[in-house]
Nanobody, 126 residues
Framework: QVLLVESGGGLVQAGDSLRLSCAAS????????MGWFRQAPGKERESVAI????????YYTDSVKGRFTISRDNAKNTVYLQMNSLKPEDTAVYYC???????????????????WGQGTQVTVSS
């Protein structure tokens, strides 16, 4: 199991940007498909963005396309989520997760993610 620690959340205004980071340890980072998920109060958890082991393939849920960018640095064992043009509806707890499965297996629903971070709160005020 890989250990994941998120950082970078906070309170921002609509239109602002934030970058979330997720540092991994415990296993070979490049062996894992990585994803960002979020859960808003009263809503189910949803997959936001997923990136393949090499970083060559990405997936985004429709509501964040063109605004969010997922990336990874395998040398630093870190995955990022750059969030631009934030909206109040982006408010949620954001989780980083790792899957030992292939990218094509886990998109779009975010199945088979076995390791999760503790989450970081993102709050966007209007």
């Amino acid at each position: 199991q890989v250990l994941l620690v998120e950082s970078g959340g906070g309170l921002v205004q609509a239109g602002d940007s934030l970058r979330l980071s997720c540092a991994a340890s415990g296993r070979t980072f490049s062996d894992y498909t990585m994803g960002w998920f979020r859960q808003a109060p009263g809503k189910e958890r949803e997959s936001v963005a997923i990136i393949s082991r090499s970083g060559s393939s990405t997936y985004y849920t429709d509501s964040v396309k063109g605004r969010f960018t997922i990336s990874r640095d395998n040398a630093k064992n870190t995955v990022y989520l750059q969030m631009n043009s934030l909206k109040p509806e982006d408010t949620a707890v954001y989780y980083c997760a790792a899957s030992a499965s292939n990218f094509r297996t886990v998109v779009p629903g975010g199945r088979n993610f076995g390791s999760w971070g503790q989450g970081t709160q993102v709050t966007v005020s209007s």
